[in-house]
Structures are given as structure tokens and as C-alpha cells.
């Protein structure tokens, strides 16, 4: 594990056509009752009733830690300690939200704030690019407005990008060449794709979908393709397309596991093609996993759906070149007693439940090729840390997932003293899930 710590002091915030084939459920696993599948609500957006000062006795919503496609940046908004001369008498303290920028691949992780003359309002969005810019997406009115903020020295330069009219837009998941950025507006019947960063006139549309989409999953490394998750106008069941960015947004069906399901995609791995979907097709919302391009049916595994808790995947090991049963996959397992982390494999068929360091960025992550899950953290001793866990081993017979969280996982809290372990595109024809035969 390594940490760091930055001098100035934060608080309180953290970050196809028709499949061939029914979906099946994976029959060699006992049956588990049942348990909450929708994912947990994401921090973010809305952190405050609109103010740029939140008092410190209040609890904002704490937006999200937005880590770099590669890993080698994290952005988020970070609340910090001011004094306002409103309040000095009565010696109470403001916050005031700033952008900061975190350093994730050098030999140790430090974080930059990066505030302006003016305090960001807390629906302020903020994604990080590979040149260490942060792209911050601010609502002005009827308009949002997008800038570059970067350091200057002791200060942070800002360069204007332009504004988009619209009620609504949401930043894309980071683009998978770390240049560009992308984001959502959503019309009566139609969503817009924008380009708001990387191209050479401003922000510009580059897309338009019929229907209101969500989510957001790159499926290639070149960020051309753009999976979204899709309900048509008029209502109707939400499928997954893919939108093809270089062809004047072609879209393709994704998936379509029963004619009247809701399947959406929520991660995907370029190398390996697995896919990590979200579906009702089993009569109630599901994990389940594909791969693309394979001829097998969505399998919905009993592992991924333990008792009482909510489980949601945030990361997928890269590198593993046709071997997507191999890609270890990390989750947000959240319930009673907090959030911690889950890993799982499709051929291992376990979910090993292992604890989370103190102050995680709960749901953020990313693997490296060597299956080294590495997870952001900040707490009142550390500003910017990063836990380092190898992924654990599928081949112990008899062994069985721990009960309680982190048990036996060998994981140590962040604040302690002991440290934690070290440890191509694929066309998409008429039906992208079938096509390649894998094993198992």
C-alpha cells in the first residue's frame, strides 16, 4: 500500500440482434434466496441544495471518484474547510467544493487541488484525461458549460471548451484513448451524443439515437464503439445497442435476451469480449455475463447473488486475450454492515468477499494485467492512497466464501499501521453475442 497526504485539508468527500439461446441459469450452483439486485444509488450529482457553501455540520452527498479509462488519473470534488466571515462569530466553519485531481500510476499517489476563485457547485461533474487535464462539466442557467482545468503553479489554469443547451447532460464514462470526452442529452424522443472534448470546434454532436439512453460501456479500445442502454419512445422494455461513433452513430442491437426483459450492459472488457449485464429475464433483475461474439446464452450465476446485500461490478481485469472465463472481476458488494469488495471469475463460479480499506471510494477501482486490483481511499489520515489487492485463487477445493465481510481476507484497514497485501474491436453483426465458440 501507498499512501500520501497533501497539506491543504479536505472533508467529507469521497469520491445485438436476438441472442440464440434462452438465458440459462448456471444449474451446478445451490440456490440462494433472494436478495436485492438493484444496484445501490451512486453518490454523486446533487450534493447540496444548490449552494456553493455547505455547512459542516450538515452531511452533503459526496460526489464520486472518477478514475482515468488506464488508470492513470482520478478526478472528483472535494469539500473544503473555509472560513466565512458570516459565521466566524458564532465559530462555526463553511465548506466550499473544489476540484482535485489525483496522481495514480508514479511510485507513490498524490492529489492536487486544483480551485478557482469561485466555489463549484456540488452537481458539477469532473472526468480526468491522460495529459492530467480535468474536464469539469458546470450548469450556467439553461446552459452547461465546459471547461480544462489544470495547475499553474501555485494556481489552476482554465481553459473554456464552449456550452451546450440543453435541461440535461451527463458526462460518458471515460473514453478508452484518455483524449476525448463524450456526454448524454436526452430529448422527447431522441438522445444526442456529444463530443465535448477532443474535437476541433467545440463541443459538437456526433450522434443521434432514437430514444431516451443510459449508462454508458466503451466496447473497443479505439472509443469508437459506445454501448447505451435504451428505452424506445413510448415506453417499452430498456435493451442494450451499440452505437458506432465513426459511422454517424449506427446503431446495432446489443442485447436482446427475451423479447419483453430489461437487459442492460454494465461492463465490458476489449480484450476478452466478457460482458457484465444487468437483466430481468430470469423473472427478476439478474447479474449475469456473455461474451461477445461467443455462441452460448447470458448465464445468470447463483455466486453473484448472495443474501442481503446488493451487488454491483465496477472493474474487469485486462490482458486476458480469448480468455474472458479468466478476467477477474471486481464488485461493490453493499448491506448492513457498509460496502466492501467482492472479485469473482465465470470459471471459478465464487465470490470471494473481502474487506475494503478505510475510506474507500466505494465502486471505484481498476485492475492492472497482472489481476492487482487497485482501490482509491481517503480518510482522515490520508488524502490520497491506494490499496493494492491481488486477486485471490479459484483452485482451493472445499474452501467456501467467508460469511462476514473481509473475514479471513488478510486485508488490514488503511489507517492502521499493517499494510495491505501487495499483491479490437469485434464487429457487430446480426447478432454480437454469438458467432465464437469459447469454452465452458
Not at 475494503?356 to 492492472?368: C, D, F, K, S
Not at 467456501?400 to 499493517?418: C, D, L, V
Not at 499483491?423 to 458467432?435: F, V
Amino acid at each position: 500500500m501507498t499512501v500520501c497526504a497533501i497539506e491543504k485539508k479536505t472533508v467529507g468527500a469521497t469520491g445485438a440482434a436476438k441472442d440464440h439461446g434462452d438465458a440459462v441459469l448456471e444449474d451446478s450452483e445451490p440456490e440462494a434466496p433472494g436478495a436485492p439486485d438493484d444496484p445501490p444509488d451512486e453518490a454523486g450529482g446533487a450534493g447540496g441544495a444548490g449552494g456553493a457553501g455547505v455547512p459542516l455540520g450538515a452531511v452533503p452527498a459526496p460526489p464520486a471518484l472518477t478514475i482515468a479509462a488506464d488508470g492513470s488519473y482520478a478526478a472528483r470534488l472535494a469539500l473544503a474547510e473555509v472560513a466565512e466571515a458570516a459565521t466566524e462569530a458564532s465559530g462555526e466553519a463553511g465548506g466550499a467544493w473544489f476540484v482535485e485531481r489525483w496522481t495514480l500510476d508514479g511510485p507513490e499517489p498524490y492529489a492536487v487541488p486544483l480551485p478557482l476563485d469561485q466555489p463549484e457547485e456540488p452537481d458539477s461533474e469532473v472526468l480526468p484525461l491522460a495529459d492530467g487535464r480535468v474536464l469539469i462539466r458546470r450548469r450556467v442557467a439553461d446552459r452547461h458549460a465546459v471547461s480544462l482545468l489544470y495547475p499553474t503553479g501555485p494556481g489552476t489554469g482554465e481553459l473554456p471548451l464552449g456550452a451546450v443547451e440543453c435541461p440535461d447532460l451527463t458526462l460518458l464514462p471515460p473514453t478508452p484513448d484518455g483524449v476525448s470526452a463524450y456526454a448524454l442529452s436526452s430529448g422527447a424522443h431522441s438522445t444526442s451524443v456529444w463530443l465535448v472534448a477532443g474535437g476541433a470546434f467545440g463541443p459538437e454532436v456526433v450522434a443521434e439515437v432514437p430514444g431516451h439512453c443510459s449508462g454508458g460501456v466503451w466496447l473497443d479500445r479505439a472509443g469508437r464503439m459506445l454501448a447505451l442502454d435504451r428505452e424506445m419512445p413510448g415506453g417499452g422494455p430498456v435493451k442494450a445497442v451499440a452505437v458506432d461513433l465513426e459511422r454517424g452513430g449506427e446503431v446495432t442491437p446489443l442485447l436482446q435476451i427475451a423479447p419483453n426483459s430489461n437487459d442492460r450492459l454494465l461492463l465490458a472488457d476489449p480484450d476478452s469480449g466478457l460482458l457484465l449485464i444487468r437483466s430481468d429475464a430470469p423473472g427478476h433483475d439478474r447479474l449475469g455475463w456473455g461474451v461477445l461474439g461467443s455462441c452460448l446464452p447470458v448465464r445468470f450465476p447463483e455466486s453473484l447473488r448472495p443474501a442481503d446485500v446488493a451487488v454491483t461490478p465496477f472493474a474487469v481485469q485486462p490482458g486476458q486475450m480469448l480468455m474472458p472465463e479468466s478476467c477477474a472481476v471486481a464488485l461493490r458488494i453493499d448491506g448492513a454492515a457498509g460496502s466492501w469488495v467482492g472479485v469473482w471469475r465465470p470459471a471459478g463460479r465464487r465470490l470471494h468477499q473481502l474487506a475494503a480499506p478505510q475510506g474507500w471510494q466505494a465502486g471505484r477501482g481498476v485492475w492492472t494485467r497482472d489481476g492487482v486490483l487497485r482501490l482509491p481511499y481517503a480518510d482522515g489520515n490520508v488524502a490520497c492512497g491506494v490499496a493494492l489487492l491481488e486477486a485471490p485463487v479459484d483452485d482451493e477445493r472445499g474452501a467456501r466464501p467467508s460469511a462476514e465481510p473481509g473475514a479471513e481476507s488478510g486485508m488490514q484497514p488503511s489507517a492502521t499501521a499493517a499494510p495491505l497485501p501487495v499483491c479490437k474491436p469485434i464487429p457487430l453483426g446480426q447478432a454480437p453475442l454469438t458467432g465464437r465458440t469459447v469454452p465452458g
